[in-house]
């Protein structure tokens, strides 16, 4: 242990606002990253691990899903939230066994999910009994005994709910949904629920593939970049390395994001020169500062304008060819910008005609684009079709299928694609089902189950008794906290398998399990020698992690081991699946993943080789189609903009700078220059000063939507900030609070988080 933990959590006493940042990274990345890793793992575990990180032959980053280099690797492949993550997860810093006692459920509710990750690692398994105040250490077999029991008291295998974070690798992720689906249910829900769920929905029905289009090298080739509602400085700062490399290419960049973050505006790269000493990169050409859900009217706009652009100067501006051959829908399309109302775009981006003039422009000159996005865009009601308008744009001019072009979609956990691709999803397709009972001998549910939303619906209505989590923190990563909350304490059973606590280890059932497992970054030995674990990256390419610094303690045990010991004390002999041999040896998963799951044929050999491999993907690699007509599909849409009433502002939640998720690292957020909290909501100064209120000013947030409760996120600090007009934010989890559980995005169910709206009550003294 390096150090002890706090002892009392922490407030917002001591918050301080600078102005912020106009460029990201440069030295102060690196002070930032190598100083807590130092200091909390020392120098020797700090420096194996870094070393190690992304590395062909060492761990993947537990953080963002950004694709790896496909060539030579620079000796410090990580950036600062990559050393973050790892600091957070291989602390040698230990919560002991008395915490517990010291400890009840009460006090913990009290607790930040920042206090409660800085305790340390778990390492030993507790229970907390029916009727008690306090967890209790308790050992791996009563562990596994009492899933048992729960679970096979139940009258239906739809009570129980098993939810996974996108954390796992893809062995561990096969053998859950295997177990859960032995067990007989389909309710598995994950994070990609409220993240990329639409992105798969609109690429699914478009392309055929909800994944992304394009390699890591095709940023380099690309003469255009578009960046849509995303902040790449703080979700996913390896992608910066990537745009400086197209820059110096010779792309252009356009942001568009209703905030100017640093992350878009210039990078000082720390492994250059430039970056150290000199004025680094700038990357946003032009800086679309839109208002929040505007993103589909910008898209048909520009949509119209290339087709208005063809029509001048027919047969030089469209892909006719590959229109013609590869897709259909155009004419449809094309009549439906006709009605396209250019006053009705302009309110709902809060753009100029000759800003948006300028980007389509950008996009007739360029023959290879890229358009890239995250959830700035997933989290709308309008998300899906917002989506499709960005394929229906790559599409015009063939941006789809050649090097340097594509959609990008940027999934921000690592291995959330990939636990989708190994069937964690509650809706599997029947081919992947039907390669299950043909490999195991079983018939699995045919019935699709509930996704997240669904799921805490399920247990408000008592339908769910039973939650086990497979990592994560949903209570504060899910929208309306307290209809979660609530949700959660009205279970039988929750439990939870995770490294460090958090906010859903004290927001509990009747009873509860914490389950400590092994960091990614860890070694994991077993039976048949050490082990090493897959996973998929953003762009579909698979390879090994494989863990290289001593476990904290002797006691934890691996994800796969927990699964696979929780699926022989639960089924027993229901099916014949050589559980113990799946914790003995990771490659006998892989062989029977090589023969389930498409793409993975010969699974051990190809992983073996250095860099993995690529997944197949029809419209990346051939530009065909697995749609039902065997074309993309262009697809008409219809706009709805979000209707403000006066006086009121629409509201996003987003992530700080020392943030991941629900994980907290800091009360920092030092590019947008907040230091010392984190109750702030920033507002542009023409608002504040239309509504009267003060830069400064303690306020309360009140979220309004159609069914007329008053959610409320109480005493938020007003911070004057350059973001659009009309438009404010906030951190998620705090926020959480404002987004009604109902308000989900169409077809995806994924709950509406950027555009929220919320009426400022300034909290009188006293």
């Not at 080739?221 to 400085?233: C, F, V």
């Not at 079983?442 to 509930?450: A, E, T, V």
């Not at 979000?642 to 009360?667: A, K």
């Not at 926020?735 to 995806?748: Q, R, W």
Request: glycine share 8%; proline share 5%; aromatic share 6%.
């Amino acid at each position: 242990m390096t150090k002890k933990p706090p002892v009392e959590d922490f407030t917002d006493e001591n918050l301080t606002i600078t102005e912020p940042k106009s460029w990201a990274a440069g030295v102060p990345g690196v002070l930032h990253a190598m100083g807590p890793a130092m200091e909390e793992m020392g120098v020797g575990r700090a420096m194996k691990g870094l070393l190690a990180m992304n590395q062909k032959d060492g761990f993947d980053c537990m953080s963002c899903a950004w694709e790896d280099p496909q060539g030579k690797r620079k000796t410090f492949e990580f950036c600062e939230n990559g050393a973050k993550a790892l600091t957070w997860e291989a602390t040698p810093l230990l919560v002991p066994d008395t915490f517990w006692a010291e400890n009840s459920i009460d006090d913990l509710l009290e607790k930040s999910d920042y206090w409660l990750g800085l305790q340390g690692r778990l390492t030993t398994p507790v229970y907390k009994p029916a009727g008690k105040n306090h967890y209790e250490p308790v050992s791996w077999e009563r562990a596994f005994e009492i899933v048992a029991e729960e679970l096979n008291a139940l009258d239906s295998p739809d009570q129980a709910a098993f939810y996974t974070s996108g954390r796992a690798a893809n062995e561990t992720a096969f053998v859950y949904q295997l177990f859960v689906r032995a067990f007989g249910t389909n309710n598995m829900p994950d994070c990609s629920n409220m993240c990329h769920e639409s992105t798969g929905a609109a690429m699914g029905e478009t392309i055929g593939v909800g994944k992304a289009t394009i390699r890591y090298d095709d940023f380099a080739k690309a003469d255009l970049i578009i960046i849509m509602g995303q902040n790449p400085g703080t979700n996913h700062p390896r992608m910066l390395t990537a745009l400086e490399e197209a820059k110096q290419a010779g792309a252009s960049i356009v942001a568009v994001n209703p905030l100017l973050e640093a992350g878009l505006r210039r990078y000082k790269n720390p492994q250059t020169v430039k970056g150290v000493v000199g004025r680094g990169t700038d990357l946003a050409d032009q800086f679309l500062q839109i208002r929040m859900a505007g993103d589909m009217a910008l898209m048909q706009a520009v949509s119209k304008r290339v087709l208005d652009a063809e029509a001048a100067h027919p047969g030089t501006v469209l892909d006719q060819q590959f229109l013609d051959e590869r897709c259909e829908g155009l004419e449809a399309f094309r009549e439906h910008l006709e009605h396209l109302d250019e006053e009705e775009v302009l309110r709902a981006t809060g753009l100029t005609s000759a800003e948006i003039d300028e980007l389509a422009e950008r996009y007739i000159a360029a023959d290879r684009v890229i358009i890239t996005w995250a959830m700035g865009l997933t989290q709308h009601k309008k998300a899906v079709p917002a989506i499709k308008e960005i394929i229906n744009l790559l599409l015009l001019r063939g941006n789809i299928g050649k090097p340097g072009a594509g959609a990008s979609p940027i999934r921000g956990h690592s291995n959330v694609q990939g636990d989708r691709t190994m069937g964690i999803w509650e809706k599997m397709p029947p081919t992947f089902l039907d390669a299950i009972q043909s490999e195991f001998g079983f018939d699995p549910p045919r019935k699709d189950g509930d996704d997240a939303v669904a799921a805490i619906r399920g247990m408000r209505d008592g339908k769910i008794k039973v939650w086990i989590a497979l990592g994560g923190n949903l209570v504060s990563a899910i929208s309306d906290t307290a209809v979660a909350e609530k949700a959660m304490q009205s279970t039988r059973l929750t439990v939870q398998i995770s490294t460090k606590p958090n906010r859903s280890h004290a927001v509990i059932g009747e009873t509860a399990l914490i389950l400590p497992t092994l960091g990614r970054s860890e070694v994991d030995m077993q039976a048949s020698g050490q082990q090493f674990l897959t996973v998929e990256d953003t762009v579909a390419a698979v390879h090994a992690s494989t863990g290289n610094l001593s476990p904290v303690s002797p006691t934890l045990l691996s994800e796969v081991s927990i699964v696979t010991r929780m699926a022989r004390a639960v089924l027993g002999t229901k099916v014949q699946v050589d559980w113990e041999h799946f914790e003995r040896n990771y490659d006998s998963i892989r062989e029977h993943i090589s023969r389930v799951v498409p793409g993975f044929e010969n699974f051990n050999t190809r992983v073996r080789q250095k860099g993995g491999f690529d997944l197949p993907h029809p419209p990346r690699d051939s530009r065909t189609f697995p749609t039902p007509s065997g074309k993309a599909m262009i697809t008409v849409n219809e706009l709805e903009a979000v209707e403000l009433p006066e006086g009121r502002l629409l509201l996003q939640t987003l992530r700080s700078h020392d943030q991941f998720n629900t994980t907290i690292y800091s009360l920092n957020d030092r590019y947008r220059g907040v230091k010392g909290g984190r109750r702030v909501v920033f507002v542009n100064p023409d608002d504040l000063a239309a509504l009267g209120v003060a830069d400064g000013a303690m306020v309360d947030l009140h979220s309004e939507w159609k069914d007329g409760v008053d959610r409320v996120a109480p005493r938020f600090r007003v911070v004057s900030y350059p973001t659009a007009r009309g438009c404010a934010a906030a951190y998620f989890p705090e926020a959480n609070a404002l987004v009604p559980l109902d308000h989900v995005a169409e077809t995806s169910n994924t709950p509406v988080s950027k555009s929220i709206v919320v009426r400022l009550e300034v909290v009188t003294a006293g």
